[in-house]
T-cell receptor, first 113, second 116 residues
Framework: KNQVEQSPQSLIILEGKNCTLQ??????????LRWYKQDTGRGPVSLTI?????NTKSNGRYTATLDADTKQSSLHITASQLSDSASYIC????????????FGGGTRVLVKP | NAGVTQTPKFRVLKTGQSMTLLCAQD?????MYWYRQDPGMGLRLIHY???????AKGEVPDGYNVSRLKKQNFLLGLESAAPSQTSVYFC???????????????FGPGTRLTVL
């Protein structure tokens, strides 16, 4: 069973609208929690990296939040654009396990005009 | 800078054939990684290297071998390909980890491999 679960698996939103993606992780403590964006046919690109002491991090229209008590993270996309159509992957880094990265299965987002 | 490049982009193999995937990075990174990505699953680490001349096994190393003879290159070999190795393969590189391990991994564009 994957230790990083993402929901929903996919979603469709209209251009200009906001959306929130969820990530639940099971291993704690961890070193940092990452969000990546992966365009179709491309490699993942880092959006945000949050350490265990941070509870929010922004990168332009992307805002990630972290709740260590509930072991949940979310990625909020504001005023979506067509270029936001991609998969978004939540990743947990566990330093105690030799900096092991555990990847979620991703949420596929489709932004429609 | 080209970042992380991978060759080839696509390949079709027959069961039992061998091949080598090449990854190159021009960022002078110490660490390099090979992952595979299968539909509906997260990326899984195959092998990794923490420096020139060193390699280590990841989560799913069986059926693969790697070599890091030069700092900028990381090769992934399949000695006898099997249909279960049909996947998209990603190479990544990163600098030495900082104190909180917030170093970013930079990924290549991927190689789509089909084994018939």
């Amino acid at each position: 069973k994957n230790q990083v679960e993402q929901s929903p698996q996919s979603l469709i939103i209209l251009e200009g609208k906001n959306c929130t993606l969820q990530c639940n992780y099971t291993v704690s403590p961890f070193s940092n929690l990452r969000w990546y964006k992966q365009d179709t046919g491309r490699g993942p690109v880092s959006l945000t990296i949050m350490t265990f002491s941070e509870n929010t991090k922004s990168n332009g229209r992307y805002t990630a939040t972290l709740d260590a008590d509930t072991k949940q993270s979310s990625l909020h996309i504001t005023a979506s654009q067509l270029s936001d159509s991609a998969s978004y992957i939540c990743v947990e880094l566990i330093k105690a396990a030799g900096n092991k990265l555990t990847f979620g299965g991703g949420t596929r987002v489709l932004v429609k005009p | 800078n080209a970042g992380v490049t991978q060759t080839p982009k696509f390949r079709v193999l027959k069961t039992g054939q061998s091949m080598t995937l090449l990854c190159a990075q021009d960022m002078n990174h110490e660490y390099m990684y090979w992952y595979r990505q299968d539909p509906g699953m997260g990326l899984r680490l195959i092998h990794y290297s923490v420096g020139e001349g060193t390699t280590a096994k990841g989560e799913v190393p069986d059926g693969y071998n790697v070599s890091r003879l030069k700092k900028q290159n990381f090769l992934l070999g399949l000695e006898s390909a099997a249909p279960s190795q049909t996947s998209v393969y990603f190479c990544a590189s990163s600098p030495l980890p900082d104190r909180l391990s917030t170093d970013t991994q930079y990924f290549g564009p991927g190689t789509r491999l089909t084994v018939l």
